[in-house]
């Protein structure tokens, strides 16, 4: 059999976003079908499938970021080291004023 | 005319054995994604049997487990089709279409009977076999449509055709027929049908099998 490989998602309920779930792989779409469907949706698990040929996706695997710009990551960055420099130059924290005022 | 426990038992003794025969590929199906498809549909095969079984035990006194596994092979009323043991990827395919169609036509009667509980189970049993059917079909173009596959095929469904006629009763037979052979294209041999009543020595060695488990557990165990 010469199978293609089909992309599957799923969505768990109406509203939800369509997540990955996995991939089948068919002679063609109907045999695709019906295998995503017994796959992924014979359990109760899914409220809709989308079957995607992969060689109808389009990936994009080339992200450049030479200059180390960490504030866009998703990660981030940590606030630690520059919280403890800030306090370093701003000196003993002033005490708490009692009210006579 | 029959009377209703007998029909709820030939359907329920139908989709038992062909379950258990289809569930024989899980494991060895010729790939991956065919193993878990075809092996699904076994399950829910004898999912149908279950519900069958348990509106014949209610009739009977029984219970389904007793009906399923605890009778002797002439006490069957399964048509000779489903019990045929057939590990070739050919002929389980022309086996499975031939008794989905046939399923397909003897469903639709039911649904229409008068009988509200038989109706209720036809039309449900009708929803997952939609799916079952729409398998069966791409399997059999996908077969027809290669050099290999359609004479393996063809060869296949001469030989189960009077077996499948055997699914149904006398009335409904032409239509298989009518179904069968427009797919197909082509005419099927003038046959004797093979019909209920007789078994073979499948039957024999499947019950063996089939009912292994149940015999060697100690009484009074449960599931």
Known sequence: MTARVFEVFRRERAGAPMQHAGSVAAPDQRFAEIYAREQYGRRGESDALWLVPRDAVDEIDDFVDEFDLKYRRVDGYSLKERLREARELAGPAPRAETGDA | MRERVDLLLELADDELLLGWRNSEWTGIAPFLEEDVAFSSIAQNEIGHARALYELAARELGTDPDTLAFDRSPDEYRSAPLVELRRLEWARTIARHWLYETAD??????????????????????????????????????????????????????????????????????????????????????????????????DLTDLLDEMTSVRRTAPAGARW
């Open chain 2, 104 to 201: 397909a036509i003897r469903l639709e009667t039911l649904r229409a009977s008068d009988d509200p509980e038989l109706a209720g189970i036809a039309a449900k049993m009708d929803r997952e076999e939609v799916y079952h059917r729409i398998h069966a079909e791409m399997w059999v173009d996908r077969l027809l449509g290669s050099g290999e596959g359609r004479p393996r095929l063809g060869e296949a469904l001469d030989e189960l055709w009077p077996y499948a006629l055997g699914v149904l009763d006398d009335d409904l037979r032409p239509e298989l027929a009518r179904r069968v052979e427009g797919k197909l294209g082509r005419a099927l041999p003038a046959v004797e049908t093979i019909g209920r009543g007789r078994h073979g020595a």
